[in-house]
């Protein structure tokens, strides 16, 4: 494929303030026998796609995609390879969330009452959303564990804390923005600083895996919270910071899946109760522990995740053949 020369439709979401540009132009593009194979066939021969609709001019830093293509898991009613700023993620919530809707919404999944279940195939594997009649949407998370609790690490700068590591479709660390000297009502750009610095840091100190798919043992990024963690607290501010520096608008929804595996094997919340996650832009998302799944070497649960997403618009994008700027930069 000369993707040079195609023009791409995309139908523009958000879910809370962070950016969906889902494109289903590409089924017949991108190959593979299973979701993993698919994310690498892209990598290795379709980048370019992903930066000419992820960076300026026609995205930015912290935009994000999620390219459809053909399911090959048993119950998916559609497959995704989600995009950003660095490459290719292993999961993301909030795209699940606004994939939900559209699906339903554009027919690729008949609709039923009172909910309509959608299967969407992840890199990190089956997801199953449920479309609810008033547009709400809640999907039923991967395998989620904690990783390592407490885990000792050196940030320059900052000196020697513990953070918690966990999965919750990819991996993250999580701190508190004060331990790391930071406010979550402070300049964004020292958040994100100091997110980065943990991640690398983490990076240093440890290797992330999984059970499953080498393909999955990665630390995505880091979550900074407000410091709340008991639900009767009431809700929890957090900003995640992942791929290269990329700060997302909503609450995140792998992040909220981490968080509550976190939370579940400190002992601080029960399966089956609520909690509230609120972004730098006052979205919100809901979650509870389902219980507990079966993955090989960790006490895993299922985390259900609730949230709303929105339609922006749509569009159709094409590059001249003489625009070589146009292929994609970033400025920040």
Known sequence: MNWQTRSFDSIEMHTGGEPVRIIPGLYDDI????????????????????????FEPRGHYDMYGAVLVRPSLPGADLAVLFIHNEGYSTMCGHAVIALARYSVEHGLVPRTAPLTRVGIECPCGLV???????????????????????HPVHVPGIGKLNVDIGY????????SAARLGVSLDGRLRDVVDAASALSEAVRRSISVRHPEAEDLGFLYGSILTDGVERAGDGPSRNVCVFADAEVDRSPTGSGVT??????????????????????????RFSASVNGAANLPG??????RVSGRAHYSGKASWTLEADDDIGRGFLLR
């Open 168 to 175: 919750g479709g990819a991996f993250y660390a999580v701190t």
């Open 31 to 54: 190959h593979g026998a299973d979701i993993l194979a698919k994310r690498r066939d892209m990598r290795e021969r379709l980048d370019g796609v992903r930066r000419l609709l992820m």
């Open 128 to 150: 199953t959303a449920w479309l609810a009649e008033d547009g709400s949407v809640s999907f039923d998370s991967v395998p989620a564990f904690a990783f390592a609790l407490d």
């Open 258 to 283: 981490t968080r509550m595996a976190l939370r579940h094997a400190h002992g601080l919340v029960a399966v089956g109760e609520a909690c509230q996650f609120e972004s730098l832009t006052g979205a």
């Open 298 to 303: 960790h006490d895993a649960v299922t985390v």
